[in-house]
């Protein structure tokens, strides 16, 4: 049989299934990129720093209740999210950035970091704690 003969056999084989193709064999574990695995979400002890800057000096409460269950601002302990779909990453960036009055279900703004004067580890643990709220 010639070489080309066999070439020919070999991929009409692998085209069949008969053969597995190289690349279509399990990869080994080199040249597999690793799976990350899903965030659990930030940790309670965050959480309990983020209640404490919610219902202190954030004034976070003002807007949406002791309870986070909305006045101004919306409900935080449900899962209807008006601006993302949720995640941690995403309450972060809220709180970072506010809400600009055209975008607010109310039509009263929320200023970046709700107006207070937070730093970047209190915005974090006040998203953990309104992550907590809705993530039970």
Known sequence: MST???LSLLVALMAA?????????????????AKTPPTAGPSADLATKGDS????PGNCYACHGSKGEGLV???????EWIHSKGSYDE????IQHGVPKAESK???E??????AALNDDDVKAVAAYVYSLSHK
């Open 4 to 6: 080309r003969s066999s």
């Open 110 to 115: 929320m200023p970046p970091k709700g107006g």
């Open 106 to 108: 109310s039509g009263i």
């Open 91 to 94: 309450i972060v960036a809220q």
């Open 53 to 56: 800057i919610f219902h202190g």
């Open 73 to 79: 601002g919306p409900n935080l302990t449900d899962a």
């Open 17 to 33: 299934g008969v053969i597995p193709a190289a690349a279509q064999s399990t990869p080994d574990a080199a040249s597999t990129p």
